[in-house]
């Protein structure tokens, strides 16, 4: 699936900015964890930008968050290597039995995605003045960001050294800064 066409999928289903948002955020550092580990971009950023598809329809229901997005992706004619990683992306369903690098992924990705653009909103909605030591000094301040899990955030230091992780995540945000409203 082509990234235009994973936008147009998800903007079809998601109406708030903020979601939106979201989704793209997402799929901008799981495009960058996918190059770091030699996987497949184009592939993990689509599941990024798809991941929350379902999300207003269901009006935020998390014991139907991710399952009703499956069958979203699935009537769409969309495959199950994009589908199947949302599907199980709800950890309030599926807990913390994540074991491929693209289900750990996305669980970072979700979360760190947040904490760096909270970081960024700090200095002025700056991601250029966001840096590893700003991201790790806000990760162990519960109440900042307190949306975003630490818990998911550590599931990716199996994968990537946590430094590394942020880099990533900031640099890749820092590329889809417009489509966020950061400078």
Same mark, same amino acid.
């Given at each position: 699936?082509?990234?235009?066409?994973?936008?147009?999928?998800?903007?079809?289903?998601?109406?708030?900015?903020?979601?939106?948002?979201?989704?793209?955020?997402?799929?901008?550092?799981?495009?960058?964890?996918?190059?770091?580990?030699?996987?497949?971009?184009?592939?993990?950023?689509? /599941?990024?930008?798809?991941?929350? &598809?379902?999300?207003?329809? /269901?009006?935020?229901?998390?014991?139907?968050?991710?399952?009703?997005?499956?069958? !979203? *992706?699935?009537?769409?004619?969309?495959?199950?290597? !994009?589908?199947?990683? /949302?599907?199980?992306?709800?950890?309030?369903?599926?807990?913390?039995?994540?074991?491929?690098?693209?289900? &750990?992924?996305?669980?970072?990705?979700?979360?760190?995605?947040? *904490?760096?653009?909270?970081?960024?909103?700090?200095?002025?909605?700056?991601?250029?003045?966001?840096?590893?030591?700003?991201?790790?000094?806000?990760?162990?301040?519960?109440?900042?960001?307190?949306?975003?899990?630490?818990?998911? &955030?550590?599931?990716?230091?199996?994968?990537?050294?946590?430094?590394?992780?942020?880099? /990533?995540? &900031?640099?890749?945000?820092?590329?889809?800064?417009?489509?966020?409203?950061?400078?």
């Amino acid at each position: 699936m082509e990234k235009d066409e994973a936008l147009a999928l998800m903007q079809s289903h998601v109406k708030s900015d903020s979601l939106r948002g979201h989704c793209i955020a997402t799929a901008a550092v799981m495009k960058g964890l996918a190059e770091e580990l030699g996987e497949d971009a184009g592939l993990w950023e689509a /599941i990024g930008i798809l991941h929350d &598809i379902d999300f207003e329809e /269901i009006d935020e229901d998390m014991t139907r968050h991710g399952l009703a997005g499956y069958d !979203i *992706l699935k009537n769409a004619g969309v495959g199950d290597e !994009i589908a199947g990683p /949302i599907r199980r992306h709800n950890h309030m369903l599926f807990g913390d039995g994540y074991t491929s690098p693209v289900e &750990i992924s996305l669980q970072v990705a979700d979360s760190v995605s947040g *904490l760096v653009i909270a970081c960024a909103y700090v200095k002025g909605g700056n991601i250029t003045e966001v840096s590893t030591k700003t991201v790790t000094k806000k990760y162990k301040t519960a109440s900042f960001a307190a949306g975003c899990d630490r818990a998911r &955030i550590a599931l990716g230091d199996e994968l990537v050294p946590r430094d590394r992780m942020y880099e /990533i995540a &900031i640099r890749e945000i820092s590329l889809v800064k417009d489509q966020l409203g950061l400078v």
